[in-house]
């Protein structure tokens, strides 16, 4: 029974990860489980069998009532603090997708006319004919606001920019250098480009026409 125990704390606490970040240690999912489904099943898979190896070796109903209260009090902590992580997650990765969308259709634009778009909403419209090149335009899962958009003098370069939540450069493997691979391996690149900061907690795209 006690290993039973060990294997049900083991499930209970395997979705969960210690992190160095900002000069202390967190409590974070790990980045495979982002499934909130998946975190439950593995936590209540756990729970069941710690429950089984506590009402087999316990004796007392009050010390067994008592300990899956304290194990589901610290658990449940644990679980509604990660889904704030995931929540995180799923926007900052709603956001990446969003500018390479922005980013196809900019370039589709370019492939029409010869030079990228001065605003980011005409993409949903009809430009001399073609178009639109973008069903709608995304805008900020949270916030709701258009993203950030420079162009170049010479409309032959453009910068997009996304606020990300849960960046910073201690919790998220920053990099020296211009560009990073990040978020499904799209590139982030950092440092001033056509004014914009694009440095961490921003996430940004530059696209330079060949």
């Not at 999912?29 to 190896?53: D, M, Q, R, S």
């Not at 196809?104 to 001399?128: C, H, P, R």
């Not at 990300?164 to 799209?186: E, H, P, Q, T, Y």
Request: net charge positive.
């Amino acid at each position: 029974m006690l290993l039973v125990g060990i294997v049900g704390l083991v499930y209970a606490v395997a979705p969960f990860v210690y992190k160095q970040c900002n000069g202390g240690w967190q409590i974070t999912v790990y980045e495979k489980l982002y499934n909130p489904l998946v975190i439950t099943v593995i936590i209540i898979f756990g729970l069941i069998l710690v429950f089984i190896a506590i009402w087999k070796t316990s004796r007392s109903i009050f010390r067994k009532v008592l300990i899956i209260f304290i194990l589901l009090t610290i658990l449940s902590s644990i679980f509604l603090a990660s889904l704030n992580n995931v929540r995180i997650h799923t926007r900052d990765s709603r956001r990446a997708a969003d500018l390479g969308q922005l980013r196809l259709a900019n370039e589709l634009y370019f492939s029409y006319f010869g030079q990228y778009i001065d605003k980011l909403e005409d993409l949903a419209s009809k430009t001399n004919g073609e178009g639109p090149m973008i069903g709608e335009t995304p805008k900020d899962p949270y916030t709701k606001q258009s993203y950030d958009y420079r162009l170049s003098a010479d409309k032959k370069s453009f910068v997009l920019r996304s606020l990300m939540d849960g960046w910073d450069n201690n919790c998220n493997g920053k990099i020296n250098g211009r560009a990073r691979f990040l978020l499904n391996n799209s590139i982030d690149f950092d440092g001033q480009i056509l004014g914009l900061s694009c440095d961490d907690p921003y996430y940004c795209i530059f696209v330079k026409a060949e």
